[in-house]
């Protein structure tokens, strides 16, 4: 979200993603979020129809999160795969449209995963003519998110950072700053994440995602979205919000399912650190000094 000079931020929303075991607590307790996000390959074909024409009909807010489009595949955007996922941001209130900076699909076979790109020129630009193509059939803005990096490819011409900054700069697309995965790759590999901000153009985040992971048999740590939010993450997050407002702030929790309540918990410590934010930022515009 970019913020002009002698410009207050409007109202973030706060909201959590969609799972299939708290489905029910969040179509009951819409009042207390902002807006919900969901991922559109599990409503395909009609599936989980009560809950779509549910949420539908709320005209709640909905962040439309793609799993499978496949943004860095060199080869043309899986067409009837973003038919379908507009088929569902139809039916309900879309306010924008993401999926990942990675790889899914390779020559019409599934990779099963969210793989990993090299950061090079070459796979920039194959990014962003996949993104263009995209932006040119969508109303609402489109993200892409940055992923918890299985593997990292030796020697690229550019940094990860360097890679995001370029694709967002010329296709004028916005991130969905996934501060998780920068936490998992940052201990994985042994970087400083606070750094790797500080390079990020974060005018350009549009949404944050937020969410805690686990530990495999091997000390390696997985965005599993499992567990509640890690203090280092908070960490992050204030950090961001220091600087800019992102539109809308997700919690995510789809494993290891908790209360619902805990959950909320979660979205009120985010919703308190966006507002503070909010009012340092127009306390520092009163007295001539901006971010």
Known sequence: MILKKNEVPSSPKLGVEWTQSLENDIIDRLAEVDCVEIIPENFFFNRRDDFIKKLGASGTPVMIHGVELSIGSDEP????????????????????????????????????????????????????????????????????????????????????????????????????????????????????????????????????????????????????????????????????CAKVTPACTIVERTENFPVYGEVLTEVDKARGIVNSSIISFSQDLQSGVGR
């Open 77 to 240: 955007v899986k067409q009837a795969h973003l038919e379908r996922m507009l088929e569902v941001a139809d039916r309900v209130n879309m306010i924008d449209l993401s999926d990942h900076l990675c790889m899914t699909e390779s020559g019409g076979v599934e990779v099963g995963q969210l793989t990993p790109l090299p950061w090079s020129v070459n796979a920039a630009d194959v990014v962003c003519k996949n993104i263009e193509r995209v932006m040119a059939q969508v109303r609402v803005p489109f993200l892409i998110e940055n992923i918890a990096n299985r593997f990292v490819f030796p020697e690229t011409e550019l940094t990860e950072v360097q890679f995001i900054n370029r694709v967002l700069d010329r296709t004028g697309c916005q991130l969905l700053l996934d501060l998780h995965n920068l936490h998992a790759n940052a201990f994985n590999f042994k970087f400083d994440p606070f750094a790797w901000l500080e390079e990020l153009d974060l005018n350009r985040v549009g949404a944050i995602h937020l969410a805690g992971g686990h530990y495999d048999d091997e000390g390696t740590l997985v965005d599993g979205h499992s567990h509640p939010i890690p203090d280092r993450v908070w960490e992050l997050y204030r950090s961001v």
